[in-house]
């Protein structure tokens, strides 16, 4: 907890602009992270800017830290007792490991979906109005019925569920799930969207809901996604990292990485020679 | 459909002065689960340390054992010296003349004493005092080196109520106020008695003890005068409320009444105030009761118990020694001594504490560590009693049980994962290996009766005899019939422990082993079992601890009987550590309490070594595969 | 001893019959092992296996068929004698005179010894002897049968190990089918003294399961046990108290440690809280049962006279918060268990969205395990009906029909301990005694069972 809980200031954000998202505001900085594992480092010192309105995907071959970094972002690993980061990341230029932020408040507006679905064993309405309610957003039930509403019609579930929003969120199929989880990640009122891997426990169809979904969340938030399918990466994100044992080798615009990647371990691992 | 809200202007809200305030509440609603939970692990650990607490306090009272020193002749009897003689250990020989001889000399020959005060005398020292003096004798003889005819230097062990006094759980007498001369001087012609004059100051302590006793007896006797007041105005009530018609005979018995009650309560309020006179006036003579306290003078080398106390004069009873009736004792030579418990309260009278209390200035009482209770089995005579029968009846349990249980748990925890087919038979089994598990132990303890001990029989038709009937003649009470109980008790624990060990070893093994073209009996038993082997130790050593203080089924069958010799082989009738101690704590002794206790700590050692051994084979043989 | 004997004979026969039908499966492979089907060993074993079996197998059986063929004699012999002597004897005394006969025989000392005892202990001693002699011989005749049947069975072709395993594994059934046996043994001790009870009520089993005076013995004097006064309620009521009082020190207690211990506690503490439950877990319940009676009893007593309370000596309240303190260690690991059990990624979901571990735990952590939560609760329900010890010793022996937990209350265990403990004739208190067994037995079935089904769903949704 703590010391001090001051309430950061209100920043106002900028009205969307759906258009000139050309030259967006960089909304998360960091530089030198470093994350420990007990002795172990995991992350070795990564600096990244991350762009407002833009999808960034994290990609690389299987442990090399983007999961960790990306946790990083929400203090997820806050929760582990033997993980300890270090360096400075900061959102809207306020570092967020400073005493003074509040990890819950920070998660509040870091939203983050997970690997596998993990709808809680509640009703959908419950699961998507969990967040607003903990954290005291809506002023009242029509307000908490909105944002209900529209989380779910943003994470294009809506019309789906809107029939039985009291059945329980664990009995949808798996794509579904994934959407719900969206749609209460969303409903929390976030700034930034934190996904990592949210297509990898899904059937194709559901993955390519979740994709064009992901693509137009793009129009409110700063969506970052860890991935392991270079396709994915491909359609959905704006901007490309690749991670290697816990660097960050190359950071460009995802055309770049692609088609024209600096490195050559960037080169063999999208040619899919490594993986 | 509901309007759009405006995102943004939610997400603002997270940076609210409001969201602060709530977010700290939320972290006080943190606060308080987490409180809840240090508070019930607080109370749990409070729980076992006032547990643990009791039982080591309580085991404390009896780690010493006090023996009084006597200096006896042994003399013996043309009987005994044949039964001294005779090699057989089993024929024992009580010396009990000898060491009553030894405690009359003690008190100088107690010649003047009556029977009643000859009887404490003797039951000072416990009633296998003499028995315990034959053996010393006896193994003397023996050895060649005869004590018989020679002055020996016995130590006998003083009775149980003499040992829980001295321990000071009956409460000791206290100082009765010493300081002022005191002379003695002869009560008249009777030399059993004597008169003390002091000045005031003396026995201040002991007057006003009395005053205070004298106080509340008034105020009891006023309560008795408050009930008969209240059955005399019942009875009034009553002859008022008769009717004209109402034959003389019923008004007569009515009359009579209310004169008893009356005079009754006459009779308690006089008393009252006499008390309360007594209560009030410091220059009362108090007479002294046997229901009042004690007040002890030991002076010029003898012990006086008073029976009048006044505020300069006092009379009393000698009760031990020939005080000097001449001389006068200056202040601090002399102990008055204030024993608040009245005698008729209390196991141990005035007479014993003044022996008892020349015993301890002489020396003659010893404290050694009570061995005793390790050594020997159960006895009605609590100073006597110990836990060792018990303990080799728990041992010949175990090892039933564990002959028992372990290999059909072994046999069956490798049927039910490596053999069973999945079937309603198998399903079955596994239904009943749950539901036994929960099973109240006393179920257990119904079934052991029935099968295993007096037999089976449904509608009037015998089904068959007590099982164990044709190993033993009569079953109850015995190890085997126990270690079958706990068997069947353990059972479960030990197969659900055994299929978890085998279920952790890789299926690869097996492959490995099957693939060799080993047969799946091979398998289990060259490969899995072995590997499986020390979680399924562990298991069943757990079971064992359990069953080790599995009191229920045993004392249904029989195994709280009263028992004094330890077995000497499982068919043999026994109690049980646990058994023992539901017995003890039955019993009204006091002494028992703290041997309870006392086999409660040994208990405890053996389950805490049984669950440390369990737990260094988990971490010496554990493997992560 | 022609018995010990005899059993000696059966072990040594199955040694030879294995060393024998190695020997002879070696030779009949002709020097080449490979033309075997199985190994020499197993042939030797299986030989080995049939003779203990046969010979073992026909020793009990017949040793039991001639033990009751014996004990039917003796008691025709004894009513022919004493009919000859113009006696009369009660079913008791005469097993006495049995009894003292065999000890007579086996010369031991006997309670009595006149000619009517000595002419049955030899009587008793001729026909032992015979049953002795027919039994040793028997088995091991048929032992050496199975020699010889198996020893001929020896061939390249015999497939001794299937057969052998074929044999252990039933053996190793057999050990499994134990469970069901015990099941099936307490069913039947139970249900005949049960169904006998009723039967001496006339079949009123209403007047046990809903009548409120409970003296069962009172009546025995005059021959049978009263329907009016076998009423179980206050034993009913009297459990269900003192559950009741310890689930309330239990569930709040044991819940809350583990909520503590598996999501907030340091491992600091998590160290000296875990060994702690379990030695809690691990105290006998006789220790509690003298904890209850030496010091807690006491307690309350004095606080309640210290507060102007009259409390009784063996008050309900005094057993209930030591069986609680019993349970608590139950329900606490279960509930670990249980907490434990629920995905870490659920619990991702939750913080990820800004819930606090408090929020987490008692919004989504608590209900996805409370199946499991309400199983352990059961449990320890069942737990507590079923617990003796700590009643026996700590709680009251009359049955009170009360609601004041500071009153003395009985409960089932305590009078199933009374009845078969007390001075009454076995025979006599035996009914009510099993009688309250099988109910404390179905009842403790029943909650294990809905307990266990709980259990299972919760499990089949987290797996």
Known sequence: MPDSLTPPQVTARPVADMAGSNSPEIKIATRDVHVFYGETEAIKGVSLEIQDRTV????????????????????????????????????????????????????????????????FPKSIYDNVSYGPKIHGLAANRRELDAIVEQSLRRAALWEEVKDRLDQPGTGLSGGQQQRLCIARAVATAPEVLLMDEPCSALDPIATAQVEELIYELRENYAVVIVTHSMQQAARVSQKTAYFHLGEVLEYDDTPKIFTNPEHEKTQQYVTGRFG | MTATIDMTAISARHTSAASGARTRQRYWAQIRLQAYGILALTLAAAALVILLWTVVAKTATVLFEDYLVLDVQIDVSNRDLTALNDPDPRINVALNGVVRDGLRAEIGGGDGLGRREVRQLFNLVSTDAGLELGAIVKRSVQEGAPLIGARYRYEALLDDQVQMYLGGLYGRPVDAGSDSALSVTRDGEDTSRAVLSFEGGAFEAAREALRTRRAEQAARAEAEAARQQAAVEATEARIAALGADTDTETVERLRAGLDVYARAREKALENARALMAQASDRTTVHSLSESDPSVLVRVQGGWIKLDALGPDLARGTILAGEPDVVATAPASSWQGWLYETPETNRNISDRQVVWLAEFEREGKIVTKPNWRLLESSDSSNAELAGIWGALVGSFWTMVVTFLLAFPIGVMASIYLEEFAPKNAFTDFIEININNLAAVPSIVFGLLGITVLISGVSLFGVDLFDGLLKAIIEDPRSTPVAGGVVLALMSLPTIIIAGRASIKAVPPSIRDAALGLGASRLQTATHHVLPLAMPGMMTGSIIAMAQALGETAPLIIIGMNSFIQEAPSAPGDKANVLPSLIYIWKNNSERLFDGKTAAAICVLLVFLIAMNALAVLLRKRFERRW | MLLTLSLIAIALLSLTAFVGARARAVSAAGGVLSRLHSRPAYHGLYAALWVAIVGFGVFVLLDMIGLSIVASLMADELDARLADLGQTLLQIEKNLVLSDARKIAAGQVASAIDPLRETLAERFATLDALRAGVVATLAFAMAVLAFVVSYRQIGQDFRARNRTERILRTFLMAAAAIAILTTVGIVLSLIGETLSFFEGLGWRVDMFLFGTTWSPLSGVQEGSISADKVGAVPLFAGTAMITLIAMLVAVPIGLFAAIYLSDFAPKRVRAWAKPMLEILAGIPTVVYGFFAAITVAPFVRDAGAALGIDVASQSALA?????????????????????????????????????????????????????????????????????????????????????????????????????????????????????????????????????????????????
Do not use: H
């Open chain 1, 56 to 119: 960034t995907a994290f990609i690389g071959p299987s442990g090399c830290g983007k999961s960790t970094f990306l946790r990083c972002i929400n203090r997820m690993n806050d929760t582990i007792d033997i993980c300890r980061v270090t360096g400075t990341i900061e959102m809207d230029g306020r570092d967020i490991y400073t005493r003074d932020i509040d990890p819950v408040q920070l998660r509040a507006r870091v939203g983050m979906v997970f690997q596998k679905p993990n709808p």
């Open chain 3, 319 to 463: 057993a209930g918060v030591v069986m609680g303190i019993m349970i608590i260690p139950f329900i606490s690991s279960l509930s670990d268990d249980v907490i434990n059990a629920v995905p870490q990624s659920l619990r991702d979901g939750s913080l990820g969205l800004g819930a606090t571990k408090a929020e987490t735990m008692r919004q989504v952590v608590l209900p996805a395990a409370l199946p499991g939560i309400v199983s352990a609760v059961l449990l320890g329900i069942s737990r507590a009906v079923g617990e003796t010890m700590i009643v026996v010793m700590a709680a009251g022996q009359g049955a009170n029909l009360t609601a004041n937990p500071l009153e003395e209350v009985t409960t089932v265990t305590v009078q199933i301990v009374m009845l078969i403990l007390g001075d009454t004739e076995a025979a006599t208190a035996a009914g009510p005694a099993y009688t309250l067994g099988f109910t404390l037995f179905v009842v403790t079935l029943a909650l294990n069972m809905v307990a266990l089904r709980i259990v299972r769903r919760y499990r089949e949704a987290y797996e």
